[in-house]
């Protein structure tokens, strides 16, 4: 544009990316408009305008951000003298419209990761929280981490398959830190390239290398010595302290230059890490002991396994030892000006030992997993991507992207592999309890409570869900995208493909899991109980989840700028899916349902509108905000399970002794009762056993089946925000540098994953009056569990958020974010089992609608940073953040511990027992309610109190997830040092220190995070039936009352320090 607002056609237009030299030209059309595409990010840059008449203007410190175009205005003044201006101080436009954060190299260099882990990068967003009771999962937005998007360099890199609960394909994330040039996070942006998540989408750019050589190398350590060592006292660890014995060494480098300059450039990095992570849960001594649980004990069981079984269960593991190596090299070519070429292959190879989950400091359950129950996760994960980015004339350009990553997941178990899962009871024998009562059930370790707690387990032997388990993945695929531009008008069009192979190896209990009523019966080889899974043809190679299937997304919008203060973009996206071959067909099901078992995801599609706006209100006040459906991001897993449990193949059996102990349940003969849970050894099995599972027809009809349903619903979210932006520039001392503003996001459930039983029948009510279930298939325990769908959900977040940069090194920033979430299923399981069974419920069979575990009501997040020269030209930079959050909610529910055929009694269900809602009596005295009774007074007082200290309403059921953790208020620094390196002059050394949790460094008592364990489900008594009439129960029985075990996350609730050099030239 002229001075007067004219426009200026035909003007060449020249970006230069500084540090490469890398060019764009193009031409401005009749009304004044340029563009430019597929240019690197960050910067500087600068933007020259030249035309006959007129004098060159450049704009100068341009920085750009991956996926958010920026307007830049010129004003052209007639021939004289040259124009140059610094983009700070032109009225550019950020025309993204959803909220998002956007963090530097510079910024991510003063984040302090102990961890080293990107995932304290992406908490720096008001939306992001992360969890550290769920694997350090993102929550963003009030969603599942696992909906998350993580891509990097246009790579989607989350764990497409979902059996890692933190959302990244590995534990600590796929590149080094230090190779990262810009990272994003966006919660909703509306562009139609972007897509396959519910959550938010983080992404990832990284650095390419220059016409100038630039190289680090760095070493850190942290260790027990430079952690805490006590935190504020709870159930588990009333002493408060913990104690730790561990190193962590971590290393790595990064390299990169001009092969030719101007042309051709390459950057290459690496990192390497080991670490012993302290185990949380032990006996006297570690962080969280185990009620009613001795060394002497465990060595007893240990000396059993060894002379009896010939097994050596490895004792009580004391940590865990982690190491990540990983790299990344990327290419950049300059083909001609215009057409540019780049080229990243990423590798990680990750091997994390893991607890097999089972220990508990619960006291009415107190169990521990021996080191030979846990094992090995080792992930590798190998990825390319290349993209060229072209501009054809001023007006038409294009982005051709293609793409293979290629994922190995096969874990490895501690001891010795070919052998049975076995669960011991500490009772003392059949007859008596570890308390010393009388023992009246055969299949059930003694019950206890807060005051009195029960009877311990110990696991040892491989755990029954690694017996056949490994995941393998393989997905290639291509992009392109085309735009142009038409006066006011900027018009494109995308299509992409993308192929997934998968290979899902997971029969659980396919080496057989046994329960042992009492040490006496684990020394005679007496168990109370087996499960034993299979393939009927004898090979378990056939029980494979083999499958694969494309998807392939068109799409276009139309961006329309009618002044250079107003954006609207308009657009619309289609996912579909097909190659897909169905699941096998299980003819039981569709005689039971009157449809099969064999619908899957080919031929389904999801169209997604998109529509969002950006507004220039005056210089400093700027109005964004859209509206738009986002499909995909569900974990793979979901739809694998049709696959991996059709009941065709793999079958599994459960044999189970009477309560008395005296033959077994379900009709199972006095022999094969005797076949199966005699003369245990752990390692063969009666061939009565074997012949059961694979030729018994009753056994085969009633397998396990996980369908999807038929008229499934891919999964879909609309979302919505709007954001306002000041930028004030006040007189005197407060200055510049302000950035004020506010986001408003709504997102709600167009069609959301559920599980059901489709197996269960109603029978009666209980007395609240929710269904009670009894089986189709009343002598077996298995489920047909069907996938479907919800259409209940959603999230509400406000955030308010304030920073400024003052001239002198000083930077400063808060924000507020609240959040109302709700939804049904929070799809928080790596099988549908698990998935259903997490959940709490009203209704038995259906997860309960109601406030989600991924809300955090309140957090307030601040950091202050500055950095500055005091010596010379080398740095002095520390930066603080910190982060006082709500705790994560939990429900109060009852256990429905007694059960027949896996079936619990009072309410009918298999799976957990421990997932439904609490009803609330009225406790004004023990006889108050007639629909509640009680084994002792000794319970009811305690239930009183508790009901009268919470004031809970009582004489109905509690809401799902109507309790909260205490809030948590974590404080990390950063400090860092530069010194100079003798004779190289470009070099420096930086000393630093990342402290995690400074509070706890200041006040033991401070910093400590305390929650219910995940899945977020305190139950607070057992529940039997005390009466019934028919098929109804008339009044429940609570008995071993047991407080929410509301506890310390052990080695989070302490500070932690990472010390390091690094050099750099």
Known sequence: MTANGAAVAGATVTVTHLPSGTKAVTRSGADGAFSASGLRVGGPFTVVVSSPGYADSTVTDIQLVAGQPL?????????????????????????????????????????????????????????????PGQSRGVMIAGQNARLNKFSVDGLRFSDNFGLNVGGLPTARGPVPIDAIEQMSVKIAPFDISEGDFQGGAVNVVLRSGTNDYHGSGFYTFSSDGLTGSKTKPGIANPSGRINLDFKSKNYGGFLSGPIIKDKLFLAVSYEHLREGTPIQIGTAGFPSVVPNLTDAQISNVSSIAQSIYNYDTLGVQQSTIETDE???????????TGQRLSATWIHNNSNNSATAGFSSTVPATPALGLQSDNYRRPEKVDSYVAQLNSDWSSKFHTEIRGNYRKYDLTPVPFGEFNFAQMQVCLDPNATTQQNGAANSNATLCSQGSTAAPGAARLYLGPDRFRHFNYVRTKQYGGDIAMRWEAGQFSMKLTAAWSHLDVANAFTSDALGTYYFDSVADFQNRRAGSVTLAGSVTGNLLDTLASFKYDQYTVGGQVAWDPSS????????????????????????????????????????????PRLQATWKVTPTVRVRGGIGLFAGGSPDVFVGNSYSVSGVYANSVTITRNLSGVGCQGGISDAL?????????????NTALTDYLRTNTGSLSVANVNAMDPHYHLESTWKSSLSVDWTPKFEGFLGGGWNVGGDIYYGWVNYAPIYKDLRLRQIGVTPDGRPRYASLTSTSANTDLLLTNSRDGYS??????????????????????YQDVKDRSSMNGTTASGTYGQNAMLDPNIAAYGTSIYEIKNSIKFHVDFDHAFFGDYKTRFSLFGERRSGIPYSLTMADTVATQGHGNVFGVAGSNNRFLLYVPNVSSITADPLVSYDSTATFTSLQNFVQTN???????VGKNTMRAPSWFKIDLHVDQEIPVPVIRSGRIKLFADMENVLNMINKNWGSLRQVSFPYLASVVNVTCAATSGNNCTQYRYSSFSNPAVDNVGRVSLYAIRVGAKFEF
């Open 71 to 131: 307007a830049v205005p010129f004003a052209l003044e007639p021939e004289g003298q040259e124009i140059v201006v610094s983009a700070t101080r032109t009225n550019t436009v950020n025309l993204a419209a959803g909220p998002s954060t956007n963090i530097t190299r510079q910024q991510i260099a003063s984040v302090a990761t102990v961890g080293r882990d990107i995932r304290d990068i992406v908490r720096r967003d008001p939306f992001a929280t992360i969890d």
């Open 326 to 336: 990983k790299w990344t090299v990327k290419a950049d070519w300059n083909i001609t």
């Open 565 to 608: 203060n107003l954006n609207v973009t308009a657009g619309v996206r289609t996912d579909m899916y097909g190659g897909i071959s169905a699941p096998p067909l299980n003819n039981f099901f569709s005689a039971r349902y009157g449809f099969t078992n064999q619908s899957a995801i080919n031929g389904k599609e999801v169209i997604q």
């Open 673 to 685: 009762c005797s076949a199966a849970l005699d003369n245990v050894n752990g390692r063969t099995f």
């Open 796 to 817: 509400l977040v406000s955030v308010a958020r304030l920073d400024k940069n003052f001239d002198f090194g000083l930077g400063l920033g808060v924000s507020y974010t």
């Open 951 to 957: 004031k809970l309403k009582q004489g109905q059921t």
